[in-house]
């Protein structure tokens, strides 16, 4: 049977080697936790806080949260992910506010950190800078994470929204992470930007 002791393992391995790759293993070790989307409807989050407390030792940690919904992705999506929240932890630590609006809106600072530390960062009208991607170079280190897949064999049911008639026909949008040009498909499609020749990503909130 799976368990997610398996997934948090290999998260954590994860974060280990791109800090190590990416910002000299300098990043304080977060809690690695995966738990549902909620309301966020976010691939993952980190918080602006150190919010556990190892009652033995007197030390306080981040969380960075993978959303349980997701967590079937393919390697580059979840590495992505990670790197993200990676960024938002290395802000945390350095003093610098890189979003606003709750956590929601993701502003230039962002884009230039994140974009120096293995991602290609899109723009979003409602997200701001934070439609994310993997760089070339960071794609470069896929394989030699040699990610264990196993790991990531489950995921959480998304669950219908409350109060809303499931039977309609939902819309969703994709956004270009070149050049920011949004399209809507009432299903999901392969879709590609002719001006960039870039495949449009659906678009997620990569919160807090």
């Known amino acids: 049977m799976p368990t997610l002791g398996k997934t948090i393992f290999e998260l954590s391995r994860i974060f280990r080697l791109l800090n190590e790759a990416y910002y000299n293993s300098e990043l304080s070790a977060p809690i690695i936790a995966v738990q549902m989307q909620g309301k966020s409807n976010a ?62 809106y993701h502003n230039e600072r962002f884009k230039s950190t994140a974009e120096a530390h293995g991602l290609c960062i899109g723009y979003d009208k409602k997200i701001g800078w934070s439609v994310t991607t993997l760089s070339e170079d ?3 280190l896929l394989p ?18 409350k109060g809303k008639n499931t039977s309609k026909q939902s819309s969703r949008k ?31 909130k990569e919160n807090e």
């Open 43 to 104: 691939y993952g989050w980190c918080t602006t806080r150190k919010i556990w407390s190892d009652t033995n030792g007197g030390q306080s940690y981040y969380e960075i949260t993978l959303t349980a919904e997701y967590l079937t992705r393919s390697n580059e999506q979840i590495v992505a992910t990670m790197l993200h929240e990676m960024v938002h932890l290395y802000c945390g630590q350095a003093g610098i506010k890189d979003t606003s609006r709750s956590g929601i």
């Open 144 to 161: 030699a994470l040699k990610i264990n897949r196993q790991a990531f064999r489950v995921s959480r049911q998304l669950q219908p929204a």
């Open 174 to 204: 994709y956004i270009c992470p070149n050049c920011g040009v949004t399209v809507r498909a009432t299903k999901a499609v392969n879709i590609i930007c002719a001006d960039c020749l870039q495949l449009m990503l659906p678009e997620v």
């Open 138 to 140: 960071a794609k470069t």
